[in-house]
């Protein structure tokens, strides 16, 4: 082969080689523009409004019903991206985001273990992958999305029906551990989708501090939430460092002028103290209940199982104030103690709380049969004695 006919080849395999990457190169970028174009369609969708049902048969990824636990698996994207969602892979967490009607759902295939506009939550199942696919259960529409699901076995349909997505949402987190023997179990309510980002803070940081102090016999989880906390707790201490230097100093030298007699007192009340000291329960389980939701008033209750012991205590909440409400707040009578203890004879006057279905319920602990009463108030004494601002509660 002489060297002109080899020049030839070559070039005309370099030229086919070029036209080649050009070629991949402009479909990947059409690909990519697809994509885009794609994108911006599903983000101009319309979502329903609320009332509105969607209804899907034969969709790509078919839901799946389990008889046996009766529990329905949506396929993630179908049904997010079908309502007007959006549904994305974050490479940094390694997870999947679900962004819709103003809410950020981030799942982690395989486990329960979630994350609502950036609050650690808790699943109802873990979420699963089947034939590729991102499946979760059926409620955590209806939990966090105000969609009410329905599934017809027999027709293989699906329909959606979108509730008032302007409430705020009650999910949960949960805590689970042992120190040797003992065990606790702790379901914490977070609350998401308040108008106040702040407030909504403040409001979980308190219903936190309520769980941790029944758990507080358990160290390991005490010290667990500290560290997740760690970053924010290491400032504020420098702060309280810098601040408290000089009161600091003049601890230590008055702590120097303590005399033996103060020493053996210390020592005394310490043992008297070991001494009466309750024992630590073997058994701690927290959980909640949720009550009534609306944009403007919020109510559930907690139950706590101390070894078997049962207590309850109401939370109310009224969001546009910013304020726990009492039973003294909602009524318009000086005399409600009188009035409420017909019905519980030991009603405590600021325990209660407002059921979904507007009930206004009292909780009656009653510690020597360690459990606790929930008694339902008649409506016709609730519509006598309410403010009239809390009156549409149970209207």
């Known amino acids: 082969m002489g060297w002109k006919k080899l020049t030839v080849i070559v070039v005309a395999a370099a030229a086919m080689v070029t036209g080649a990457i050009a070629l991949s190169m402009h479909l ?48 993630v994207r179908n049904v997010v991206e079908g309502l007007g969602g959006s549904v994305k892979w974050d490479a940094e967490k390694k997870a999947t985001e679900i962004s819709f009607y103003g809410k950020r759902l981030v799942l982690n295939r395989g486990s329960r273990e979630a994350e609502l506009n950036g609050y650690a939550i808790t699943l109802e199942h873990e979420v699963e992958a089947i034939n590729g696919c991102l499946y979760v259960t059926a409620d955590a529409f209806s939990d966090y999305f105000a969609t009410e699901v329905i599934w017809d076995s027999e027709q293989r349909l699906v329909t959606v029906k979108t509730g008032d997505n302007t409430k705020p949402v009650i999910a949960g987190r949960v805590l689970e551990g042992k120190e040797g023997e003992r065990t606790f179990s702790a379901e914490i309510p977070v609350i998401v989708g308040l108008n106040d980002i702040s407030y909504e803070k403040r409001l979980n940081e308190d219903l936190e501090a309520f769980a941790m102090e029944h758990l507080i016999s358990f160290a390991d989880v005490i010290a667990a939430e500290d560290e997740t906390f760690g970053a924010e707790a290491e400032q504020e201490a420098e702060e309280a460092l810098e601040e408290t230097a000089e009161e600091a100093a003049e601890a ?109 319920i009292l909780l009656t602990n009653d510690a020597q049969s360690g459990t ?24």
Not at 283 to 289: I, N
């Open 28 to 75: 990947t970028k059409q690909q990519e523009l697809e994509m885009e174009v794609t994108d911006q369609t599903e983000q101009t969708v319309q979502p329903p409004k609320a009332g509105d049902t969607t209804t899907w048969q034969d969709i790509e990824n078919m839901p799946i019903y389990y008889d046996d636990t009766d529990v329905l698996m949506l396929p």
């Open 252 to 360: 230590a030298a008055a702590e120097q002028t303590e005399t033996a007699v103060q020493t053996e007192e210390s020592e005394n009340e310490t043992q008297k103290m070991a001494q009466s000291a309750e024992p630590q329960p073997k058994q701690v389980r927290l959980g909640f209940w949720k009550g009534y939701c609306s944009t403007d008033f919020l109510s559930f209750y907690w139950e706590v199982d101390t070894d078997g012991v049962l207590s309850a205590q109401g939370v109310n909440i009224d969001l546009q104030e910013q304020k726990y409400v009492a039973i003294s707040d909602l009524t318009t009578t000086e005399d409600i103690a009188s009035q409420l203890h017909v019905f519980a004879e030991r009603a405590d006057l600021n325990n209660y709380y407002i059921s979904q279905q507007k009930e206004w």
């Open 372 to 395: 606790y009463q929930a008694v339902t108030v008649p409506q016709d004494l609730t519509g006598r004695i309410w403010k009239e601002k809390y009156l549409l509660f149970i209207a």
